[in-house]
């Protein structure tokens, strides 16, 4: 197979927006989800994050990366404000709108009401989930990591709550979001949907993985 | 659709096990990597992590999320002794093999002969590719943040050099992950192939997007 080869240099040569779509399909495979927030007056914001990654389980602590606060960042406003927050699986169905999200729209304008996606409201919790999305979670903030370096920021929350559909949770406690048409994203632009390959059983060191049925 | 829901109580209450299966599937799909390092005596280590992601374009940032040093961690303590290590794309015909890492070899056991894959170097770079990887980079160690919640660490390293197979570099720069049959990882233990749905055009308020072709 015929290979290019990037150095660093090469990296930080390219033109910017080429260099944006490289990057952030080196990693490969992302999750897909919408965040929902309110700020202090009610209005209701939905974006696109491909960067929500799994913390820990006890306490349940899950991440999502937010850029550089140099343009209005509406998602990360309202989680300081509020504390709370939703995010959202996105689905084969939703994914265009899901993608729409991410246009450029004036805080006075809701994303929900822009790409055609419902709020929906949960007793007890003010961040509005997407009444389309199957499996979804509310989120508490606990703390925000500036990255020194780049001025990234790691925003990190609790689960608080979570709604799945019950054919989607196997006997072992995993979600089966194949199930949930929840797909993945590459790139800045790429959506996919996925097939499984196998679940595989606990590794041992004296013994080859075996595939296991669910 | 039936659904299920879980409080913050519920998830704290499940069994230790069946948690990590729940929490490790919530948020969607995930990145497939191995991560490639060597000891400061010449032995070789190789690990699967599913939360690779990434940070920044310029410079061009990777982050991983490590758990608590609770128990020997091979591929940190490398990292951290000689600021080097390689990421490695899992694709449909390793993933077996990439999956078999993760059992508990001791220290002076590589990965790569115990699980039968081959370690590759490049000149002038200590940490040892997976000569089977189709979509490989070059990390050096930048910096790492343990989270104080939880004693997770997110280490952080920059690209230094990339290998990727000529047909998946389209013309705006982004990677074709899945021409390399890169996978994805669900859960703790599942792993999936993809197919592209559309790539979809930049988006802008006053227009839906549409699909590009490449």
Not at 82 to 94: A, F, L, S, W
Not at 186 to 211: C, N, V
């Amino acid at each position: 197979m015929d290979l290019l080869q990037f150095f660093e240099k090469d990296i930080l040569d390219m033109e910017s927006r080429k260099r944006a779509a490289f990057m952030n399909s080196l990693t490969g495979f992302k999750s897909a989800s919408l965040i929902g927030t309110m700020d202090t007056s009610g209005n209701t914001n939905l974006a696109i994050f491909s960067s929500v990654v799994h913390l820990g389980s006890n306490p349940a602590l899950i991440g999502f990366v937010n850029r550089p606060d140099t343009t209005e960042r509406h998602t990360l406003e309202n989680i300081q404000s509020t504390k709370q927050y939703t995010i959202n699986h996105i689905h084969r169905e939703i994914f265009l709108k899901g993608h729409q999200t991410s246009a450029r729209y004036p805080k006075e304008v809701s994303e929900f009401d822009a790409v055609g996606l419902t709020p929906e409201f949960s007793t007890g919790f003010q961040a509005p989930f997407v009444k389309e999305s199957r499996i979804k979670y509310g989120m508490e903030f606990v703390e925000s990591h500036p990255l020194k370096i780049n001025g990234t920021i790691l925003v990190i929350g609790k689960v608080v709550s979570v709604s799945v559909p019950t054919v989607c949770v196997t006997e072992d406690g995993t979600i089966d979001v194949e199930k949930a048409d929840t797909i993945t994203i590459s790139g800045l632009d790429g959506y996919h949907a996925t097939q499984r390959l196998a679940r595989l059983s606990y590794a041992k060191p004296d013994q080859s993985p075996r595939e296991l049925n669910d």
